[in-house]
């Protein structure tokens, strides 16, 4: 079992940046694959990005591509979603998520999908203000 605290959120002007991070407890954090995706209102959760076990591959969203970047430090158990050039579109709940190892390839497809994630935060708020 796991479970994940989001921490980080809060209220920026747009082209500013904000570090949220996701503490993970247990000690499986390095076996398990990472994501963030977010969900803004009336609209559906979408992904974000996500990260490999041992950080060596990375995937974004087009919409977050060159702005966002994931990472992560398995010796603390978190993971890390570094955004810049925010925008107010960027406005939403983000939510940590974590997938128990598989025997399947963690591509961007397999890694964007929220059903293939067995984890998830309570989220934490990014408001862009414009």
């Known amino acids: 079992q796991v479970q994940l605290v989001e921490s980080g959120g809060g209220l920026v002007q747009a082209g500013g940046s904000l570090r949220l991070s996701c503490a993970a407890s247990?000690?499986?954090?390095?076996?398990?694959?990472m994501g963030w995706f977010r969900q803004a209102p009336g609209k559906e959760r979408e992904f974000v990005a996500a990260?490999?076990?041992?950080?060596?591959?990375?995937y974004y969203a087009d919409s977050v591509k060159g702005r966002f970047t994931i990472s992560r430090d398995n010796a603390k158990n978190t993971v890390y979603l570094q955004m810049n050039s925010l925008k107010p579109e960027d406005t939403a709940v983000y939510y940590c998520?974590?997938?128990?190892?598989?025997?399947?390839?963690?591509?961007?497809?397999?890694?964007?999908?929220?059903?293939?994630?067995?984890?998830w935060g309570q989220g934490t708020q990014v408001t862009v203000s414009s």
């Open positions: 998520a974590a997938a128990d190892l598989k025997p399947v390839s963690f591509s961007r497809d397999y890694a964007s999908k929220s059903n293939k994630y067995d984890y």
């Open positions: 247990g000690r499986t954090f390095s076996r398990n694959r």
């Open positions: 990260i490999s076990r041992s950080g060596g591959s990375t």
